[in-house]
């Protein structure tokens, strides 16, 4: 059974880092576009930055020259590394990934970003 699992979250005083890492299992996901979303409480589910199978990132605007999505497809591991965080970027963050081949998409749990002020 596919699974994603994320790890890596917490909380970090504002203009710190954190990296995520999000391993996949029970498939193979190289072909796959990977990202991350994140949902902040009473807000809807927003795309921070994803990574196609060719490694071509992309970023929302806000999170540019701070983040930076990798992957690593020996590993089946897809990383966001956060830094110079703020307030704002306080949320629950989720991977992501889209099987090109199979049409499906795949959710992990979440993993909490608290960035105090």
């Known amino acids: 059974q596919a699974q994603l699992v994320e790890s890596g979250g917490g909380l970090v005083q504002s203009g710190g880092s954190l990296r995520l890492s999000c391993q996949g299992s029970?498939?193979?996901?190289?072909?796959?576009?990977m990202g991350w979303y994140r949902q902040a409480p009473g807000k809807q589910r927003e795309l921070v930055a994803f990574?196609?199978?060719?490694?071509?990132?992309n970023y929302r605007d806000s999170v540019k020259d701070r983040f930076t999505i990798s992957s690593d497809n020996a590993k089946n591991t897809v990383y966001l590394q956060m830094n110079n965080l703020k307030p704002e970027d306080t949320a629950v963050y989720y991977c992501?990934?889209?099987?090109?081949?199979?049409?499906?998409?795949?959710w992990g749990q979440g993993t909490q970003v608290t960035v105090s002020s």
């Open positions: 029970g498939w193979d996901f190289s072909p796959a576009t």
């Open positions: 990574i196609t199978s060719r490694d071509i990132p």
């Open positions: 992501h990934a889209y099987d090109h081949v199979a049409g499906r998409h795949y």
